[in-house]
């Protein structure tokens, strides 16, 4: 190890900064975050100091520096990037001051790390020098791992130190209630907004472990929308709870991409649904959640697209809810919308469609009747979920009740995923070209004229490296509202 991690108090402590540019402002701006009274010397002052000229611990001096204004100072930076950072190394070292002089190895008493601010959490990395890109990209991974309300939660934390010092005498029982409340129900509360019982758990937990009785554990649930596919567009909170879980409830419509990316030691049960062939059924699924948690178990109810939308992600939590049984719901990119985007086709334009439904060919018990007063309206985009089993009487039912028989239509098949497969054609021919077609599934209908867009909009290429659209006839290229 080259050099000594440690944190600097520089709270009202005179620091020097010299040079007017970008490093030298963010040299600056990381020192009065931590209350230090800045000086910096510079005969100009670039934009990116503006943020903080009015702060009142920072003062500039329109000259160069001189060995008398190191008098006093606890660190000094150089940021001139010329011979002078050279002579403050010198000077600040005669005078025991700690220097740093940007890029210039030799000339630093210490790092300035790359940093995660969750204030008062912080996490520094450095590379000793030696690459600090290398430092950047490791931050870059570290702010998609900490949730920016990490730092609420340590104070949060920090509010039962002093009550547990004085419930627990020993080292070791301290240790063993901090590790499971950093771990356990109480963090996942709070990081969903629920204070409140966050603190009566806190405080029951505080006082089981006093009394020394082992407390059963509280299980939860993750409701967590896994996206269409692109294992990338999952959001930070979603990861974070894979990573957590001691079990994981999945469906059919879960790639695994996402599925690699779930906690390597987690009970894994598969509860996928084909049409019209339900492994398991719906009422059972909602029932294992409750035992499972009731069991204790961080569950992990891992669906496909959004669970709010056409995902029963309601009936489950009704389940739970009813059952008192903690759980939290994670948003994720609906089918509609990332398919149609990996297929360059805009749900709306102005140019074409200024409303967007979505709609499901599937009820609760089988196939669903369709309000077609509400799918023809003009202007629109139509984003039908879980139709291509129906797609016969889909088409057919626009035409017959009055739809242009060249409105274009577009099958996603598997959006988001390296083997997409988009089949372009219109209400009228769209049947006979997905007869030649070997769609997998899932598939995401998209009916509209903004389907005209995606030869101009293209631009996700599948794994064989090909944009991979399928056109059924010249009618639904080029046909436009107010043509053919």
């Given at each position: 190890?080259?050099h000594?991690?440690?944190?600097?108090?520089?709270?009202?402590?005179?620091?020097?900064?010299?040079?007017?540019?970008?490093?030298?402002?963010?040299?600056?701006?990381?020192?009065?975050?931590?209350?230090?009274?800045?000086?910096?010397?510079?005969?100009?002052?670039?934009?990116?100091?503006?943020?903080?000229?009015?702060?009142?611990?920072?003062?500039?001096?329109?000259?160069?520096?001189?060995?008398?204004?190191?008098?006093?100072?606890?660190?000094?930076?150089?940021?001139?990037?010329?011979?002078?950072?050279?002579?403050?190394?010198?000077?600040a070292?005669?005078?025991?001051?700690?220097?740093?002089?940007?890029?210039?190895?030799?000339?630093?008493?210490?790092?300035?790390?790359?940093?995660?601010?969750?204030?008062?959490l912080?996490?520094?990395?450095?590379?000793?020098?030696?690459?600090?890109?290398?430092?950047?990209?490791?931050?870059?991974?570290?702010?998609?791992?900490?949730?920016?309300a990490?730092g609420?939660?340590?104070?949060?934390?920090?509010?039962?130190?002093d009550?547990?010092?004085?419930?627990?005498?020993?080292?070791?029982?301290?240790?063993?209630?901090?590790?499971?409340?950093?771990?356990?129900?109480?963090?996942?509360?709070?990081?969903a907004?629920d204070?409140?019982g966050?603190?009566?758990?806190?405080?029951?937990?505080?006082?089981?472990?006093?009394?020394?009785?082992?407390?059963?554990?509280?299980?939860?649930?993750?409701?967590?929308?896994?996206?269409?596919?692109?294992?990338?567009?999952?959001?930070?909170?979603?990861?974070?709870?894979?990573?957590?879980?001691?079990?994981?409830?999945?469906?059919?419509?879960?790639?695994?991409?996402?599925?690699?990316?779930?906690?390597?030691?987690?009970?894994?049960?598969?509860?996928?649904?084909?049409?019209?062939?339900?492994?398991?059924?719906?009422e059972?699924?909602?029932?294992?959640l409750?035992?499972?948690?009731?069991?204790?178990?961080?569950?992990?109810?891992?669906?496909?697209?959004?669970?709010?939308?056409?995902?029963?992600?309601?009936?489950?939590?009704?389940?739970?809810?009813?059952?008192?049984?903690?759980?939290?719901?994670?948003?994720?990119?609906?089918?509609?919308?990332?398919?149609?985007?990996?297929?360059?086709?805009?749900?709306?334009?102005?140019?074409?469609?200024?409303?967007?439904?979505?709609?499901?060919?599937?009820?609760?018990?089988?196939?669903?009747?369709?309000?077609?007063?509400?799918?023809?309206?003009?202007?629109?985009?139509?984003?039908?979920?879980?139709?291509?089993?129906?797609?016969?009487?889909?088409?057919?039912?626009?035409i017959?009740?009055?739809?242009?028989?060249?409105?274009?239509?577009a099958?996603?098949?598997k959006?988001?995923r390296?083997?997409?497969k988009?089949?372009?054609?219109?209400?009228?021919?769209?049947?006979?070209?997905?007869?030649?077609?070997?769609?997998?599934?899932?598939?995401m209908?998209i009916?509209?004229?903004?389907?005209?867009?995606?030869?101009?909009?293209?631009?996700?290429?599948?794994?064989?490296?090909?944009?991979?659209?399928?056109?059924?006839?010249q009618?639904?290229?080029?046909?436009?509202?107010?043509?053919?």
């Open positions: 190890m080259d000594l991690p440690i944190f600097l108090d520089l709270k009202d402590k005179k620091t020097i900064v010299t040079g007017g540019g970008t490093i030298a402002a963010r040299r600056t701006e990381r020192a009065l975050d931590a209350g230090a009274r800045v000086f910096v010397f510079a005969e100009k002052l670039s934009a990116d100091f503006e943020a903080f000229s009015a702060n009142s611990n920072f003062t500039h001096f329109a000259r160069s520096f001189e060995e008398a204004d190191l008098d006093g100072a606890v660190v000094a930076w150089g940021c001139m990037e010329d011979d002078s950072d050279e002579q403050l190394a010198q000077m070292r005669a005078k025991k001051v700690l220097v740093n002089v940007a890029d210039v190895l030799e000339n630093c008493d210490f790092i300035t790390p790359s940093i995660v601010d969750r204030d008062p912080i996490v520094a990395i450095s590379t000793g020098g030696a690459s600090p890109i290398l430092a950047r990209t490791i931050r870059a991974r570290l702010e998609v791992m900490l949730p920016a990490y609420d939660l340590v104070r949060f934390v920090g509010r039962f130190r009550k547990a010092m004085a419930k627990l005498k020993t080292g070791p029982e301290r240790l063993r209630f901090w590790e499971a409340i950093s771990s356990g129900p109480v963090t996942e509360m709070y990081l907004g204070e409140t966050a603190t009566k758990q806190l405080a029951a937990e505080l006082e089981a472990a006093a009394s020394g009785k082992v407390r059963p554990r509280l299980g939860e649930v993750y409701l967590v929308g896994g996206g269409p596919g692109d294992p990338d567009l999952l959001t930070f909170r979603a990861l974070r709870l894979m990573q957590l879980a001691d079990v994981v409830v999945h469906d059919r419509l879960i790639g695994e991409g996402i599925m690699n990316l779930v906690r390597r030691d987690a009970e894994r049960i598969y509860v996928g649904k084909m049409p019209q062939q339900h492994t398991v059924p719906q059972e699924i909602s029932q294992m409750v035992r499972l948690a009731k069991e204790g178990k961080r569950v992990l109810r891992l669906k496909g697209g959004d669970p709010f939308i056409f995902g029963r992600g309601g009936e489950e939590i009704e389940a739970l809810a009813a059952q008192n049984i903690p759980f939290q719901v994670v948003p994720g990119i609906t089918a509609a919308s990332g398919c149609s985007t990996y297929a360059g086709i805009p749900l709306t334009h102005r140019d074409h469609a200024q409303a967007c439904v979505f709609t499901t060919a599937h009820g609760r018990d089988g196939m669903l009747d369709v309000d077609w007063d509400v799918l023809l309206r003009p202007n629109q985009t139509v984003a039908i979920y879980m139709g291509l089993s129906n797609i016969e009487h889909l088409c057919s039912g626009f017959a009740r009055g739809a242009d028989v060249h409105l274009p239509v099958v996603i098949d959006g988001t390296p083997d997409q988009v089949v372009i054609a219109t209400v009228s021919t769209l049947c006979e070209k997905l007869r030649n077609e070997n769609l997998e599934g899932p598939a209908i009916i509209g004229t903004v389907v005209n867009l995606r030869e101009k909009l293209s631009w996700y290429k599948t794994r064989s490296g090909s944009m991979h659209a399928v056109y059924s006839s009618e639904a290229r080029d046909w436009l509202p107010g043509e053919g």
